[in-house]
């Protein structure tokens, strides 16, 4: 016979667990991050230094790394604006992955996948150092959808060439902007983030070359 009395706790379990997530990590005590302010200068405080730059308060973990908390909460932020991007990104490859056709659509297919796979290992990497600094991922697709710093990538598109056009548009804005962090991560004094973007940037160079060779000539 079945216990219908165990199933209802079970389900009441459940949603006072989502409910307590829902609410906040004020129902997790025993988390208690250590709150530290941080100041961030935004890209036009950075142009204008007469603006007072943005604060944004970050929850950082305690850790015996010995870069100083502001430096590791400022690499936080970089590193979670760019995985917001590299979610962003993914997504955009599968997108093409899924809806190209035409005449070299088994090279296009394969080589959209494979680029998505990439972009994955960048979101890992990416948070995964974030958290190794103390910080915390900001991973959620919804984070992604708010932050990434990639253009919106085109629906209704079918055509082979339109997709290289569009992808390799992602891959040159994400790299750019890899390429950005390494100097920021360096002006920081944390080398580690800086040779984490270097190696991320180099790879995207190298999808966008491949991607590119399956343009039409110039
Ligand atoms: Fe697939």
Not at 81 to 90: E, F, R
Not at 139 to 160: H, M, N
Not at 196 to 209: A, C, G, K
């Amino acid at each position: 016979m079945v216990d219908f009395t165990r199933r209802r706790q079970g389900r009441k379990t459940l949603t006072s667990g989502l409910e307590r997530a829902s609410r906040g990590p004020e129902c997790f005590p025993s988390l208690s991050p250590l709150a530290l302010r941080v100041q961030v200068r935004t890209a036009s405080s950075e142009a204008d230094p007469r603006r007072s730059p943005r604060t944004r308060t970050f929850a950082m973990h305690q850790t015996r790394n010995t870069l100083s908390a502001n430096i590791r909460a400022e690499s936080v932020d970089l590193l979670n604006k760019h995985l917001a991007s590299a979610i962003d990104l993914h997504g955009q490859l599968k997108q093409a992955h899924w809806n190209v056709r035409g005449p070299n659509f088994i090279a296009l297919h394969g080589l959209f996948d494979k680029c998505a796979a990439e972009a994955e290992t960048y979101s890992d990497l990416l948070a995964e150092r974030a958290r190794g600094l103390g910080g915390e991922a900001e991973g959620t697709v919804q984070r992604a959808a708010q932050f990434s710093g990639l253009l919106a990538y085109p629906l209704g598109v079918a055509d082979g060439q339109e997709h290289v056009f569009a992808v390799s548009g992602a891959l040159a804005a994400f790299g750019e902007s890899a390429r950005e962090a390494i100097d920021r991560a360096a002006r920081l004094g944390d080398a580690d983030t800086a040779d984490l973007f270097t190696e991320i940037s180099r790879n995207v160079d190298q999808q966008l070359w491949l991607v590119e060779s399956h343009g039409a000539p110039q």
